[in-house]
């Protein structure tokens, strides 16, 4: 039997949405799952992002929370990558 999972949304910003090419994704996730994980499956996805891991932060649900934060059923989550300009 496969553990229940989660589902998610993630608003992408900067690079990330550049390599989607969408503004946001709904994924699934197991229960238990951290923060950090939503990155590094789309670093997985899209290796070129691989340059952001470690500068990105993370806001869940409109709050700023470290990688090891759990996810729960519905969480909005964000990554935010350094970003510039004026």
């Known amino acids: 039997m496969s553990e229940p999972a989660i589902k998610i949304t993630v608003k992408l910003f900067a690079a ?19 923060v950090g994980a939503v990155c590094d499956r789309l670093v997985t996805e899209h290796p070129e992002l691989s340059q952001w891991r470690d500068v990105t932060r ?6 700023f929370v470290e990688p090891d934060t759990i996810l729960q059923e519905g969480d909005e989550v964000v990554l935010i990558p350094p970003v510039s300009g004026g």
């Open 58 to 63: 993370f806001g869940v649900n409109l709050i």
């Open 16 to 34: 990330y949405q550049e390599a989607y090419g969408v503004p946001e994704l709904v994924l699934e996730f197991p229960k238990n799952t951290p």
